[in-house]
């Protein structure tokens, strides 16, 4: 395993990690989870990525109960929590400072820990003022909750804002953001957040590097049965994955795939891993053979040559523009 910087920060986090999205309490059952964070522990994974609303929490509670019956150390572990949405009450989502503390209080109750080492604002609040937010990010860390926080899905701007603030008022800035990143989903991380890496020093954990299975190549002739766009609940992901344009470029992707021998999907999370900045790449699997496969895209990483790399954005076809310099 590669074990990347988050960010500026001194902690170091494996280059692939394992969330359990969509799969922990609607996919799989404990027994199952069990295995695939085994698996990934055992290939050197030390970053287990979570959420508050994931499964309502069952999520959180899976992990935990998995975490404390393998006797894992807690200093070997990264764990993180997101804060958002906790529950149906008027005080139960959001980033106030009254739910951030007691969602977070709660997180670590399900997680069976007294701290996670990374909390997220898992959305950007427009009704909490932002530095009602960062200064009870603060407070988390200061009471030792948390190690670092950060921040999932926020503009450049909003990043900015909060980070300027928090060092006007001496408190603790936003380490990392966790931004969807994918071969089809590239604007954010490789343009808009292009400054922040050196001015603030941003880590990225980044998720959905599959985007939700289709860069499996599982979806080239439909859905299957037991797939995450089959599972209750999650019918809206159809509309925003199975596109025609996108089904045909897997399909090209996967003949670069065979010429290197390997997966579909190693060669687009080999391709997450080669993007500067990324510090992280949060995998999810609902069988432990699809954990294996994917701890293997680190081979496959070191053997995307330049050449590789072009054949495979002349499939993409969507680079971002560069920031233009208006002297040339």
């Not at 990010?137 to 950060?150: K, T």
């Amino acid at each position: 395993m590669e074990y990347r910087r988050l960010g500026r920060s001194g902690l170091k986090v494996s280059a692939l990690s394992y969330g359990s999205w969509v799969t922990f309490g609607d996919q799989i059952d404990t027994d199952r989870a069990a295995e695939c964070m085994q698996i990934a522990y055992d290939h050197g994974v030390n970053f287990f990525d979570n959420a508050e609303a994931y499964a309502g929490g069952q999520s959180e509670t899976m992990m935990g109960e998995i975490i404390q019956e393998n006797g894992w150390d807690r200093t070997d572990l990264v764990l993180s929590t997101k804060i958002f949405w906790g529950g149906d009450g008027p005080n139960d989502q959001g980033l106030s400072r009254k739910h951030i503390l007691e969602g977070t209080r709660a997180a670590l109750d399900r997680l069976q820990t007294d701290y996670v080492d990374l909390v997220y604002c898992h959305r950007p609040d427009v009704e909490t003022p932002i530095e009602e937010t960062v200064r009870a990010m603060n407070y988390l860390v200061n009471q030792g909750y948390a190690h670092y926080w950060g921040t999932s899905e926020w503009s450049a701007q909003q990043i900015r804002h909060a980070y300027e603030l928090a060092r006007r008022e001496h408190l603790v800035p936003p380490t990392m953001e966790q931004p969807q990143y994918n071969m089809f989903h590239r604007e954010r991380v490789e343009r808009e957040y292009s400054l922040l890496y050196d001015d603030i020093g941003l880590g990225t954990t980044v998720w959905s590097p599959l985007a939700s299975g289709l860069l499996t190549g599982k979806y080239n002739d439909g859905i299957p049965d037991d797939s995450r766009l089959a599972t209750e609940g999650y019918e809206w992901l159809q509309d925003h994955v199975l596109l025609e344009e996108r089904i045909e470029k897997v399909q090209k992707l996967s003949d670069v795939a065979d010429d290197l021998g390997c997966a579909t999907a190693q060669l687009a999370l080999a391709w997450c891993l080669q993007t500067p900045n990324v510090s992280t790449v949060i995998t999810g699997a609902s069988k432990p053979s699809q954990v294996e496969e994917n701890m293997q895209a680190l081979d496959v990483a070191d053997h995307l040559d330049a050449e590789t790399m072009g054949r495979i954005e002349s499939i993409l076809d969507n680079e971002p523009a560069a920031r233009p310099n208006h002297r040339e």
